[in-house]
């Protein structure tokens, strides 16, 4: 059952109802195990967290920064800020100095809260520089503060504070008199084109999202949630707060990294995630499959070819199966499918949602034909993300991105760019008023710069307008539904599709590099390091030669016909990725322009 309580009151609402059932799961890497947190603790927690706030003077509407990985403090600062009407603002793990400078300035945050000793140290040196910050509140116990730090402080220091819960009264006030159209969040933009712009988010849009979905996802208070991206990420955030509303326990992933290790650990029934981690499923089943017997092998593609069968022809359609695929399928899904999914923690399953990228249609056919019920949707920050969905008791056609959500409305301009209305959309961009009149004209339409279509109740996007490539040949490449589908491959990690204002189409490729090695050595092809690898005419033409197979249903004018094997992966220190770890396409092809010319010489 579904609490439609404010945010600023949710968590004490849902201790009411669940007291010391476990609201949070985290794992102690001292002590190598997963923790609980009861509702009681949480809500305890976030009560304490708001007395505390109260005595540093946090103000109504006052900006507070979170820079962390994902920690259940996450958790108690956001719903802590709420009940006082403060606003939170998130910074991904990573973000850089500059970054981090930019954001504060641009808030004028005065406390930070901070993780682990990398975002320490990187808000300190901002510390020293903007003098709009007063002081930071560390996370982690550990992390050692700089000698001269006299104005920092430890979580549990800072939850001392608020001990004598002094300002409780004060703060019913408060909360009694929030606003619906109260800031609750900034999320800043992760500048793929540009400036980080901060999107307002509101109280409303949050209550708008999180009533929207009630009874359209199979979601209950008996399932365990896998926390995966990050809480800065407007999906991760939406997605979450919605599970605590559903009452659902969250398993917080503090290490991305170990992600696969931990769903083992856990075994959630539900994990948001984009579609990169499922391509990554994808290669590695499809690895295993290579690897395997030619009994293991017969037995895996038996398998999925019945799934598919099954799952994505006859039930995704809403239609019944016959009795003889039904007794196949119900084989495999005790058999074969069963250990697929014990295999990556997966065997409890109720539904993944998927959103934030394009995904391929061989990886969306895969995860439905394993048996795993694929949510997927769209969305933006600029919408509380969700806008789009597929429903579990309606038909769902691949490559489309679900159905609408009640309360959005949608039209389309005359070059199909996609415009949303609704509580659920943002007003704008903290503090840019020009830049959030390029994007929500006078009769309100906020315009998403992606272009689609709906058929039959479904969404269908088709391209990133402002990605759009335009060739020499006056002929356009939408790059993102390129990259996605090249990078179903085993052999390639990463893909940039350089297309704009070019003859013809061509890519720079980060490839699986143990595979490739792999490949050299059954080949015998000698190389000294991974550069020279990359540059191998042999590795070059068989990578070449695994697109041509993946092309053929491509249009001739949109098939890659050069490659560069790039010998280091894209990285977030050198900018060429955002925090969201999507490519810069501006500082790609200045930092590659030697390589990017060089595949468009005459031969």
């Given at each position: 059952?579904?609490n439609?309580?404010p945010?600023?009151?949710?968590?004490?609402?849902?201790a009411?109802?669940y007291g010391?059932r476990?609201?949070?799961k985290?794992?102690?890497?001292?002590e190598n195990?997963?923790?609980d947190i009861s509702?009681?603790?949480?809500?305890?927690t976030?009560r304490?967290?708001?007395?505390a706030?109260?005595?540093?003077?946090i103000?109504i509407q006052e900006?507070?920064?979170?820079?962390?990985?994902?920690?259940?403090?996450c958790?108690y600062v956001d719903?802590g800020?709420?009940a006082i009407?403060?606003v939170?603002?998130p910074?991904?793990?990573?973000s850089?100095e500059?970054?981090?400078k930019?954001?504060?300035s641009d808030a004028?945050?005065r406390?930070?809260?901070?993780?682990e000793?990398?975002q320490?140290d990187?808000?300190?040196?901002?510390?020293?520089i903007?003098?709009?910050?007063?002081?930071?509140?560390?996370f982690?116990?550990?992390?050692?503060?700089d000698?001269?730090d006299?104005?920092?402080?430890y979580?549990d220091e800072?939850l001392e504070l608020?001990?004598?819960f002094k300002?409780?009264t004060?703060?019913?006030?408060?909360t009694?008199?929030?606003?619906?159209?109260d800031?609750?969040?900034i999320?800043?933009t992760s500048?793929?084109t540009g400036l980080?712009?901060?999107?307002m988010?509101t109280?409303?849009?949050?209550?708008?999202a999180?009533?929207?979905?009630?009874?359209q996802?199979?979601?209950s208070?008996?399932?365990l949630?896998?926390?995966?991206?990050?809480f800065?990420?407007?999906f991760?955030?939406?997605w979450s707060?919605?599970?605590?509303?559903t009452?659902?326990?969250?398993a917080?992933?503090?290490?991305p990294?170990?992600?696969?290790?931990?769903?083992r650990?856990?075994h959630?029934?539900?994990?948001?995630?984009?579609?990169?981690?499922?391509?990554?499923?994808y290669?590695?089943?499809q690895?295993?499959?290579s690897?395997?017997?030619?009994i293991?092998?017969k037995?895996?593609?038996d398998a999925?070819?019945?799934?598919?069968e099954?799952n994505?022809?006859?039930?995704?359609?809403?239609?019944?199966?016959?009795l003889?695929l039904?007794m196949?399928?119900l084989?495999?899904?005790?058999?074969?499918?069963a250990?697929?999914?014990k295999?990556?923690?997966l065997?409890?399953?109720?539904?993944?949602?998927?959103?934030?990228?394009?995904i391929?249609k061989?990886?969306?056919e895969f995860?439905?034909?394993a048996?795993i019920m694929?949510i997927?949707?769209?969305g933006l920050t600029?919408?509380?993300a969700?806008v789009t969905?597929?429903?579990?008791?309606?038909?769902i056609?691949i490559?489309?991105?679900?159905r609408?959500?009640d309360?959005i409305?949608v039209?389309?301009?005359?070059n199909?760019e996609?415009?949303?209305?609704?509580?659920?959309?943002?007003?704008?961009?903290y503090?840019k008023a020009?830049?959030?009149?390029?994007v929500?004209d006078k009769e309100?339409w906020f315009?998403t710069?992606?272009a689609?279509y709906?058929?039959?109740?479904?969404?269908f996007?088709?391209?990133r307008?402002?990605?759009?490539?335009?060739?020499?040949?006056?002929?356009?490449i939408?790059?993102?539904?390129?990259e996605a589908?090249?990078?179903?491959?085993?052999y390639i990690?990463?893909v940039?599709?350089?297309?704009?204002?070019?003859?013809?189409?061509?890519?720079l490729?980060i490839?699986?590099?143990?595979l490739l090695?792999?490949?050299a050595?059954?080949h015998?092809?000698?190389y000294q390091d991974?550069?020279?690898l990359?540059r191998?005419k042999?590795v070059v033409?068989?990578v070449l030669?695994?697109?041509?197979?993946m092309q053929?249903?491509?249009a001739?004018y949109e098939?890659?016909?050069r490659i560069?094997?790039l010998?280091?992966p894209?990285?977030?220190?050198?900018?060429e990725?955002?925090?969201?770890l999507?490519?810069k396409r501006g500082v790609i092809?200045e930092r590659?322009?030697?390589?990017?010319?060089?595949?468009?010489e005459e031969?």
């Amino acid at each position: 059952m579904q609490n439609n309580s404010p945010l600023s009151t949710l968590i004490h609402s849902q201790a009411k109802i669940y007291g010391n059932r476990t609201a949070m799961k985290y794992k102690d890497y001292t002590e190598n195990k997963w923790m609980d947190i009861s509702w009681n603790t949480f809500s305890e927690t976030v009560r304490l967290v708001s007395n505390a706030m109260m005595d540093l003077g946090i103000s109504i509407q006052e900006n507070v920064a979170v820079f962390s990985q994902n920690m259940p403090e996450c958790m108690y600062v956001d719903f802590g800020a709420y009940a006082i009407r403060a606003v939170t603002i998130p910074f991904y793990a990573t973000s850089s100095e500059t970054q981090v400078k930019y954001m504060v300035s641009d808030a004028k945050v005065r406390y930070i809260f901070v993780g682990e000793q990398y975002q320490y140290d990187t808000a300190y040196r901002v510390l020293k520089i903007e003098h709009c910050v007063c002081g930071l509140i560390i996370f982690d116990r550990s992390v050692k503060k700089d000698e001269q730090d006299k104005v920092s402080m430890y979580f549990d220091e800072f939850l001392e504070l608020g001990n004598s819960f002094k300002y409780q009264t004060e703060i019913d006030v408060r909360t009694a008199e929030l606003d619906q159209d109260d800031l609750a969040n900034i999320l800043y933009t992760s500048g793929t084109t540009g400036l980080s712009k901060g999107v307002m988010l509101t109280h409303r849009m949050y209550n708008a999202a999180i009533r929207a979905h009630e009874g359209q996802l199979n979601l209950s208070d008996q399932d365990l949630v896998m926390n995966f991206l990050p809480f800065t990420h407007v999906f991760e955030r939406g997605w979450s707060y919605l599970c605590i509303a559903t009452g659902c326990t969250l398993a917080v992933n503090q290490r991305p990294t170990e992600i696969l290790q931990n769903l083992r650990e856990v075994h959630p029934t539900c994990m948001c995630a984009v579609p990169r981690f499922c391509e990554k499923v994808y290669a590695g089943v499809q690895e295993k499959i290579s690897t395997s017997s030619p009994i293991q092998r017969k037995m895996l593609e038996d398998a999925l070819r019945v799934g598919k069968e099954y799952n994505v022809n006859y039930k995704m359609k809403g239609l019944e199966p016959p009795l003889s695929l039904k007794m196949q399928y119900l084989f495999y899904e005790k058999t074969v499918i069963a250990l697929l999914l014990k295999m990556l923690g997966l065997e409890r399953h109720n539904f993944f949602p998927t959103a934030g990228a394009a995904i391929s249609k061989e990886v969306e056919e895969f995860v439905h034909s394993a048996g795993i019920m694929m949510i997927v949707g769209y969305g933006l920050t600029e919408s509380t993300a969700t806008v789009t969905c597929d429903r579990w008791y309606k038909p769902i056609t691949i490559g489309s991105v679900g159905r609408l959500l009640d309360g959005i409305q949608v039209k389309f301009a005359e070059n199909n760019e996609i415009l949303l209305k609704g509580d659920t959309i943002t007003k704008g961009y903290y503090r840019k008023a020009e830049v959030t009149g390029l994007v929500v004209d006078k009769e309100g339409w906020f315009h998403t710069g992606d272009a689609g279509y709906l058929k039959d109740g479904e969404l269908f996007l088709t391209d990133r307008i402002k990605d759009l490539f335009k060739t020499s040949n006056g002929k356009y490449i939408a790059p993102q539904m390129l990259e996605a589908k090249l990078c179903v491959d085993r052999y390639i990690d990463q893909v940039v599709i350089i297309a704009d204002q070019k003859k013809f189409v061509s890519a720079l490729i980060i490839p699986e590099y143990k595979l490739l090695e792999q490949y050299a050595k059954s080949h015998n092809i000698t190389y000294q390091d991974k550069e020279d690898l990359c540059r191998n005419k042999q590795v070059v033409q068989f990578v070449l030669d695994r697109l041509e197979t993946m092309q053929q249903d491509l249009a001739y004018y949109e098939q890659v016909k050069r490659i560069t094997l790039l010998p280091e992966p894209f990285s977030l220190e050198r900018s060429e990725l955002t925090n969201t770890l999507k490519v810069k396409r501006g500082v790609i092809n200045e930092r590659y322009k030697e390589e990017i010319d060089k595949m468009y010489e005459e031969e």
